[in-house]
T-cell receptor
């Protein structure tokens, strides 16, 4: 069974631009969660999608948004990029909402210059 | 805020057991203890979880104290590949809540 796939793995963007990251969950998993990880901050929860609906949301500004498609694949978008958005963005899939056993992708390393 | 307290770093000799402690004194009766690890520049990996009883799988053992206020993750024979940050999380999946991550314990396995 294929694992969680995130694309791209690395990305360099300029301040003010927008970016879209993609996540394909494990087959059969309907929940996808997104996290931001920066040095010293640990994993910060962005949002969770289940059956194409956002079910949980973290404390991030509206520049961060996401969506989920009918095949459970998910995308997150960050608009008007800031230097502080440089981070590792991780996607996790699980069978149900708020599942404790989550499977993570390798992440997308975003650098904003 | 994370509901767990872990030492920021630990060392272990290769081949020896690594015992990683976690305090969760405010754990509720319906919250499980989950452990994950994150090897450098990779996504976190689920290790094990438990409610009350001790648990063991092919990766590790989880020992939960009788009052459930603390737990220990045991890697029985640590290898260099076990060098990672280990996260202890308390979580009640039934409430559809998100996982809340602390800073974990950075375990260095030394040759």
């Amino acid at each position: 069974k294929a694992g969680v796939t995130q694309t791209p793995r690395y990305l360099i963007k300029t301040r003010g631009q927008q970016v879209t990251l993609s996540c394909s969950p494990i087959s059969g998993h309907r929940s996808v969660s997104w996290y931001q990880q920066t040095p010293g901050q640990g994993l910060q929860f962005l949002f969770e999608y289940f059956s194409e609906t956002q079910r949980n949301k973290g404390n991030f500004p509206g520049r961060f948004s996401g969506r989920q498609f009918s095949n459970s694949r998910s995308e997150m978008n960050v608009s008007t990029l800031e230097l502080g958005d440089s981070a590792l963005y991780l996607c996790a899939s699980s069978t149900g909402i708020g599942g404790g056993e989550a499977f993570f992708g390798q992440g997308t390393r975003l650098t904003v210059v | 805020d994370a509901k767990t307290t872990q030492p920021p770093s630990m060392d272990c000799a290769e081949g020896r057991a690594a015992n990683l402690p976690c305090n969760h004194s405010t754990i509720s009766g319906n919250e499980y203890v989950y452990w994950y690890r994150q090897i450098h520049s990779q996504g976190p990996q689920y290790i094990i979880h438990g409610l009350k009883n001790n648990e063991t799988n092919e990766m590790a053992s989880l020992i939960i104290t009788e009052d459930r206020k603390s737990s220990t993750l045991i890697l029985p024979h640590a290898t260099l590949r076990d060098t990672a940050v280990y996260y202890c999380i308390v979580h009640n999946a039934g409430n559809n809540r998100k996982l809340i991550w602390g800073l974990g314990t950075s375990l260095a396995v030394n040759p």
